[in-house]
Structures are given as C-alpha cells and as structure tokens.
C-alpha cells in the first residue's frame, strides 16, 4: 500500500536539506511578494527569519503534542501521528507568516479526528479549548477546506501504528506462550 501511496509519491523528500530548501523558498517569496510595501524600514528586521519560522513551527508541534494529550476523550496516537503530519506537510509550502499556526494547528487536529475515524463533534472539539469557543468554532471550519486544499486532498498517512498492532497480534497467536508484550511500551518507542 505503501509504495503506491500519494504519501511516497508526493511527501517523500530526499533529505531535510531538500526541506530546508523548500522552506526557506516561501520565506523568500512571501518577502519578495509583501517586502515592497515596507518603506524605510529593514526588510529583514520585519520578516522571520528561516531560522526564527522554524522555531516557532517547533513550539506549536510541541503545543500540538500538549493538546492531544489532554484531550478528552482520550486521543488514540494515530490521530495525533496525522495531526503532527498534518502540520509539518502544511508549513512545508506555506509560511507562519501567511497562516497563522494557531489555528492551522487546531484545524490540522480536527482533520485527522475525522480521517482517523476519531468521531467526535465540533462542539466537543472546541470543548477542550479556552478560547472562544464559538471563534474557535468558526475559524477552525472555515481553515478545513484550505487545509485539504494545501495538503492537496492527500490525507491519508501511513503511521506505524495499524503494522505493529499487526506484528502484535501475529507475535501473540503464533506464540502463546511468551508473555504478553505491552501495547503501550511499543507505542511509546514509535
């Protein structure tokens, strides 16, 4: 499934320095594109820097990370793995600067409840937040389509999760012996 999947096709990359080249790519044409309005100022003291983009995408995977945590009800992991590829996949051709992370993030979470079969409501979901509940509501159900629409429409990631439950469940019918291997142990390592 793998090898014929839009995931290898289109997300595979040949080394994060082809990343970092992508990356810093949007930085210069959001510079290029919005740098002309300012006047008199340094355009580099206006604009993030690769460096400082890369930092803050760092801090709202962390944010990300925090939130499926606490998340009530439970968030299984392959819903987080989605949500944190989401992410990543979405900032790969598109800059902070355009959109901010905030809500990219909380819509990145939303999409991968609904295609990770994780059913829960839009109420439910912006039940677990602080903020306003009903901004929330609205800025996460417009940010959906755009979302799709970036990541165009390849939503489906192969996460490590569904093989080792698989390797699991082989391990313990061909040998019932052994002892059972903890589910959550694995998980954690991958």
Request: charged share 25%.
């Amino acid at each position: 499934m793998f090898h014929n999947s839009t995931q290898k096709k289109c997300w595979s990359f040949h080394g994060e320095e082809e990343l970092n080249r992508l990356r810093q790519e949007n930085i210069q044409k959001y510079i290029g594109k919005h740098g002309q309005l300012i006047k008199g100022e340094d355009v580099q003291k206006v604009f993030l820097t690769y460096e400082e983009e890369k930092l803050l995408c760092r801090h709202y995977e962390h944010l990300l990370r925090n939130f499926c945590r606490k998340f009530e009800p439970p968030m299984p992991p392959a819903t987080l793995a989605t949500a944190c590829t989401y992410l990543k996949r979405f900032y790969i051709h598109n800059t902070v600067m355009d959109y901010h992370p905030k809500w990219i993030m909380l819509t990145c979470v939303y999409l991968a409840c609904k295609v990770e079969e994780f059913n829960v409501s839009i109420m439910q979901f912006v039940g677990n937040l602080r903020d306003n509940r009903e901004k929330a509501t609205e800025l996460i159900l417009n940010h959906e389509l755009l979302l799709m629409q970036h990541l165009n429409f390849h939503l489906t990631v192969h996460n490590p999760f569904r093989p080792l439950e698989g390797f699991l469940i082989d391990i313990k019918t061909r040998m019932p012996s052994i002892p059972e291997i903890g589910r959550a142990s694995c998980r954690e390592r991958v």
